[in-house]
C-alpha cells in the first residue's frame, strides 16, 4: 500500500485511549503515512489510559482536552495552531459515552440529566470542536474532518439505547457544518459508520456481544475491524477524496444495506431445531 498519502499533513487526533481504540489504530496509520500528530484526550482519559505510550511511537505531542469544556477545546485548538506553526490539515472526533449505558438504564426509563451527558460529550463535542476550528480558521483548504458514527443513527438496534440519538444529531452536525466549512473554507466534514468494534467504548453496550456476532452473519464482507476502518479514515484525510462531503459512509461490511443473510437465517432456524419452542 502507498504510504506517503499524508506526507506533509498535520492533525488532531481526538479518542485515544488504549490500543483497542479506534482512534489510536488511525494515530498509527496516520503517522505511517507521514502525518505530524497532537493526539487528546480527556484528563481522565490520559490519566488512567496509555495515550503516552502511543504518543512516544507516534511523535506526537499529548494536549488533554474534556469535549465538553469550550475552555479546553478553545485551548486545544489555538495551542495545536502554536505547535504546528498554523493551520492543519485534519482532524478526527472520536468520541462517545453515554452514562446511561454505563448504569443500564434503559431508554423507556432514561435519565434525562445523562441523556444530556450523553449528547453533549458524544454529539455537541463535534459541534464545539468544528466552531473553534471556525472561529480560528484553523484548517487548511482541502483538510478533511473525520467523525465516527454508527448504524443506529438510521436503524433501531437494541440496547444502543441514547447513542442512537447521540449518532443522529453527529451526522446531522457533519451536514450541517459541512455546508459551511465547503462554502467558506473548502473543507470536507464527513462521518464514518462503522460496523461494531470490541473496544472500550463498544463492549460497554448491552448484548455488544451477540452485536457482533450478528452483524458478521448479516454483513457479505464480514465486520470491519479497528484497522480497517483507519485505512478509511487515511483514505478520507487524503488529496484522494477531495470532493467527499456532507456525508455519513457506511464501514460496515455491507450490513446497512442488508435484510437477511443466508448465514444468519440458518443461526436463527438452528435456534429453534434446540430449544424445542416450535410452538412458541
Ligand atoms: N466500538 C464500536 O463498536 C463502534 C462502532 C461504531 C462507532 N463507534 C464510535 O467510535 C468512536 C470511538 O470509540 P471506540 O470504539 O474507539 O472506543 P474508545 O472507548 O476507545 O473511545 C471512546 C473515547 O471517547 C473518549 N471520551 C469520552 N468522554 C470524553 C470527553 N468528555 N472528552 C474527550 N474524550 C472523551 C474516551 O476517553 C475514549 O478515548 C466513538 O464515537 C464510538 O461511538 C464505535
Redesign the pocket.
Known amino acids: 500500500m502507498n504510504e506517503g498519502l499524508l506526507k506533509g499533513k498535520k492533525g488532531v487526533i481526538?479518542?485515544?485511549?488504549?490500543e483497542?481504540?479506534?482512534?489510536w489504530q488511525v494515530a498509527l496509520k496516520a503517522r505511517k503515512h507521514g502525518a505530524e500528530l497532537i493526539i487528546t484526550?480527556?484528563p481522565v482519559?490520559v490519566r488512567m489510559g496509555t495515550i503516552h505510550e502511543l504518543a512516544s511511537v507516534t511523535d506526537a505531542r499529548v494536549i488533554t482536552?474534556?469535549?465538553?469544556s469550550m475552555t479546553d477545546i478553545d485551548n486545544l485548538i489555538s495551542e495545536s495552531m502554536r505547535h504546528f506553526g498554523g493551520k492543519f490539515d485534519f482532524i478526527l472526533h472520536?468520541?462517545?459515552?453515554s452514562p446511561n449505558v454505563r448504569k443500564a438504564i434503559p431508554y423507556e426509563q432514561t435519565n434525562y440529566e445523562n441523556m444530556l451527558k450523553t449528547l453533549d460529550?458524544?454529539a455537541l463535542?463535534f459541534h464545539r470542536i468544528l466552531q473553534t476550528a471556525y472561529k480560528y480558521d484553523a484548517l487548511n483548504e482541502w483538510g478533511s474532518v473525520v467523525a465516527?458514527?454508527?448504524v443506529a443513527a438510521q436503524r433501531t438496534l437494541t440496547g444502543y439505547n441514547d447513542m442512537g440519538d447521540a449518532k443522529a444529531l453527529l451526522e446531522s452536525i457533519a451536514r450541517s457544518f459541512g455546508y459551511i466549512y465547503g462554502r467558506d473554507r473548502k473543507v470536507r466534514i464527513n462521518t464514518i459508520s462503522?460496523?461494531?468494534?470490541p473496544?472500550?467504548?463498544?463492549s460497554g453496550i448491552h448484548g455488544f456481544e451477540s452485536l457482533v456476532d450478528f452483524s458478521e452473519r448479516m454483513s457479505p464482507l464480514g465486520n470491519a475491524t479497528a484497522e480497517e476502518c483507519a485505512d478509511y479514515c487515511i483514505a478520507l484525510f487524503s488529496d484522494l477524496t477531495r470532493k467527499v462531503t456532507m456525508q455519513n459512509l457506511y464501514h460496515d461490511g455491507g450490513f446497512s444495506s442488508m435484510g437477511m443473510s443466508l448465514k444468519a437465517i440458518e443461526q436463527y432456524n438452528k435456534s429453534f431445531e434446540e430449544c424445542d419452542c416450535a410452538d412458541k
Open positions: 481526538f479518542g485515544a485511549l488504549n483497542k481504540s479506534i482512534a484526550n480527556s482519559a482536552a474534556d469535549a465538553t472520536s468520541i462517545g459515552m460529550i458524544s463535542s465516527l458514527s454508527y462503522q460496523s461494531p468494534t473496544t472500550t467504548a463498544g
